[in-house]
């Protein structure tokens, strides 16, 4: 079975929302969309590109995708090791108001999540990825279906935004498995879903009597 890998990029107080520029998710009035781009130097290209170097195939959220397919079939250089990828591999969406899919190689994912991905994961030679796409990650976390987690985190505190790590999310545990930081001070960390937290306890025993 392939494995389902999550890069998500959030800011120091967990929002995930428009890293990427000030038009791409203005939802409950967000006003810091492209909050990640000064940030980006040559080790967070990098490592982007490391990712995409292992990717069979690509599920997206259908925000993320539409972000996507307005911007990546236009980079058509077959050496942009992101365009390369993203352009010709399999992508498949996840949404139920989705109708219609232009990008080339694109499927709509519009039944139960759980069966859908992991028939997809059985199909996939090399990484099943999804960026960023936070409401499918929670989604996919709470189902536990997602085997990895890069999550770079940058450092600005927004104070508003949609969270990925919200109230409510299913306790979960993971092993840390890699760890770099970037020349601008990304911090990026890779997990490995592990399973149930483990629980102890701090306080001293009581005295015997």
Same mark, same amino acid.
């Given at each position: 079975?392939?494995?389902?890998?999550?890069?998500?990029?959030?800011?120091?107080?967990?929002?995930? !929302? %428009?890293?990427?520029?000030?038009?791409?998710?203005? =939802?409950?009035? +967000?006003?810091?969309?492209?909050?990640?781009?000064?940030?980006?130097?040559?080790? &967070?290209?990098?490592?982007?590109?490391?990712? &995409?170097?292992?990717?069979?195939?690509?599920?997206?959220?259908?925000?993320?995708? $539409?972000?996507?397919?307005?911007?990546?079939?236009?980079? *058509?250089?077959?050496?942009?090791?992101?365009?390369?990828?993203?352009?010709?591999?399999?992508?498949?969406?996840?949404?139920?108001?989705?109708? !219609?899919?232009?990008? %080339?190689?694109?499927?709509?994912?519009?039944?139960?999540?759980?069966? $859908?991905?992991?028939?997809?994961?059985?199909?996939?030679? @090399?990484?099943? !990825?999804?960026?960023?796409?936070?409401?499918?990650?929670?989604?996919?976390?709470?189902?536990?279906?997602?085997? *990895?987690?890069?999550?770079?985190? &940058?450092?600005?505190?927004?104070?508003? @935004?949609?969270?990925?790590?919200?109230?409510?999310?299913?306790?979960?545990? +993971?092993?840390?498995? $890699?760890? =770099?930081?970037?020349? *601008?001070?990304?911090?990026?960390?890779?997990? $490995?879903?592990?399973?149930?937290?483990?629980?102890?306890?701090?306080?001293?025993?009581?005295?015997?009597?």
């Amino acid at each position: 079975m392939g494995k389902l890998t999550l890069t998500s990029f959030v800011t120091l107080d967990g929002v995930y !929302q %428009a890293p990427g520029g000030p038009n791409e998710d203005t =939802r409950d009035g +967000f006003e810091h969309g492209g909050w990640s781009v000064p940030y980006g130097d040559e080790d &967070f290209g990098r490592f982007i590109d490391e990712v &995409f170097g292992r990717a069979g195939a690509f599920l997206l959220g259908r925000r993320t995708y $539409e972000i996507f397919a307005a911007h990546w079939p236009r980079v *058509t250089d077959p050496g942009d090791p992101v365009a390369g990828k993203l352009n010709s591999l399999p992508k498949y969406v996840a949404s139920s108001t989705l109708t !219609q899919a232009d990008w %080339a190689g694109t499927t709509v994912v519009r039944g139960d999540l759980a069966k $859908e991905v992991t028939a997809i994961k059985e199909n996939t030679g @090399g990484e099943l !990825q999804v960026h960023g796409s936070g409401a499918l990650a929670q989604s996919l976390l709470a189902l536990d279906l997602v085997d *990895t987690v890069h999550l770079l985190t &940058f450092p600005v505190v927004l104070g508003t @935004g949609r969270r990925l790590l919200v109230e409510g999310a299913v306790p979960t545990a +993971f092993t840390h498995t $890699e760890a =770099r930081v970037t020349s *601008t001070g990304v911090a990026i960390h890779t997990y $490995e879903l592990a399973g149930r937290p483990q629980y102890g306890s701090y306080e001293l025993p009581a005295e015997t009597a």
